[in-house]
């Protein structure tokens, strides 16, 4: 079975501080995507990262960063220099290769960056 | 224009009513999908449509009934409303040669009183 764990619940931190969201799953298949949205108080879910089973490579996207270690089947996300436009739930997901690929969702991290 | 829009945005109704929510897609994609949205819970899939003819019960099709009229629509209905089924509601499109990366319409906020 697939799962995907996001322990952290609620984050605040104060404006400029850096930031980092777990994101733990579990998967039998050896192929693979997992995926980062942040969804703003507005309510829509915005794409921010896939990343394949097969690519390990960290990826740094302005001040946002992920970092994915199969060793330890996580793929974490950092926000570096937080902003208060960056407060939003945050969903890792994940969907395996082959026929009847479907996203399974972590339980989102409520982030809170406060002026 | 939004390539996946889903109407109406919200609704408020009462138990015991039938709601039908619907999803339009402009993506030419043939995989479509239902969500529901609960606190806590994150996206939990309700239905899901990989072509016309093709519909599959997801984690929690209970109380859910859907229809797949064209590549572009994809229905889902509510036969008898209750107030557990009150939650933000997603649609999503995904095209299996691309990953199979879901898009997401903007969602609809229903309520049952």
């Known amino acids: 079975a697939q799962k995907v764990t996001q322990a952290q619940t609620e984050i605040s931190v104060v404006e400029k501080e850096d930031v980092t969201l777990d994101c733990v799953y579990e998967?039998?298949?050896?192929?693979?995507?997992l995926f980062w949205y942040k969804q703003p108080p507005s309510g829509e879910l915005v794409f921010l990262i896939r990343?394949?089973?097969?690519?390990?490579q960290n990826e740094i996207s302005g001040r946002y960063s992920w970092n994915f270690q199969k060793s330890t089947s996580s793929f974490n996300f950092t926000i570096t220099a937080s902003q208060v436009v960056d407060s939003a739930v945050y969903f890792c997901a994940l969907s395996s290769g082959g026929i009847g690929n479907k996203l399974v969702f972590g339980a989102g991290t409520i982030l809170r960056v406060k002026s | 224009d939004a390539d996946v829009t889903q109407t109406p945005r919200n609704r408020i109704t009462k138990t015991g009513k039938r709601i039908m929510l619907e999803c339009s897609q402009t993506?030419?994609?043939?995989?479509m999908y239902w969500y529901r949205q609960d606190p806590g819970l994150g996206l939990r899939l309700i239905y899901y449509s990989f072509d016309v003819k093709d519909i599959n019960k997801g984690e929690i099709s209970d109380g859910y009934s859907v229809s797949r009229q064209a590549q572009a629509k994809f229905s889902l209905s509510l036969e008898s409303a209750i107030p557990n089924q009150t939650a933000l509601y997603f649609c999503?499109?995904?095209?299996?040669?691309?990953?199979?990366?879901?898009?997401f319409g903007p969602g609809t906020r229903l309520t049952v009183l």
């Open positions: 998967t039998r298949d050896t192929t693979y995507y």
């Open positions: 993506k030419g994609h043939d995989r």
């Open positions: 999503a499109t995904s095209d299996p040669l691309a990953w199979d990366e879901q898009f």
């Open positions: 990343r394949n089973s097969f690519d390990e």
